[in-house]
């Protein structure tokens, strides 16, 4: 099973972006997604998460600009960040529990993808 978050760059302040997190492999079901980030000398904070049947969280920070969403035919989860800060400048990382195949055996687990940089700057 890999997740691969996609999308990252960089976006001006007041800019808009959107990243994507495919999930793929022996999969059965995915229940809850998430997005993480992680600022340069910051620990990892909660972005967005959202269930399996499209309720959603979100940190703080980000409420109001930012909109997380998913397609379970897909399993494939977004975020779209909008009037960005210099402040949301981080790593992203997508996060989900998968139920997968694994050698034979049908197993829930948490996977983490590779982040994705996102910089907000003039």
């Known amino acids: 099973v890999q997740l691969q978050a996609s999308g990252g760059g960089l976006v001006q302040p007041g800019g808009s972006l959107r990243l994507s997190c495919a999930a793929s492999g022996s999969i059965f079901g995915i229940n809850d997604m998430g997005w993480y980030r992680q600022a340069p000398g910051k620990q990892r904070e909660l972005v967005a998460t959202?269930?399996?049947?499209?309720?959603?969280n979100y940190g703080d920070s980000v409420r109001g600009r930012f909109t997380i969403s998913r397609d379970n035919a897909k399993n494939t989860m977004w975020l779209q960040m909008n009037s960005m800060k210099p402040e949301d400048t981080a790593v992203y990382y997508c996060?989900?529990?998968?139920?997968?195949?694994?050698?034979?055996?049908?197993?829930?687990?948490?996977?983490w993808g590779l982040g994705t940089l996102v910089t907000v700057s003039s």
């Open positions: 996060q989900a529990v998968i139920g997968a195949h694994l050698m034979g055996v049908r197993r829930w687990s948490d996977y």
């Open positions: 959202i269930t399996n049947s499209g309720n959603t």
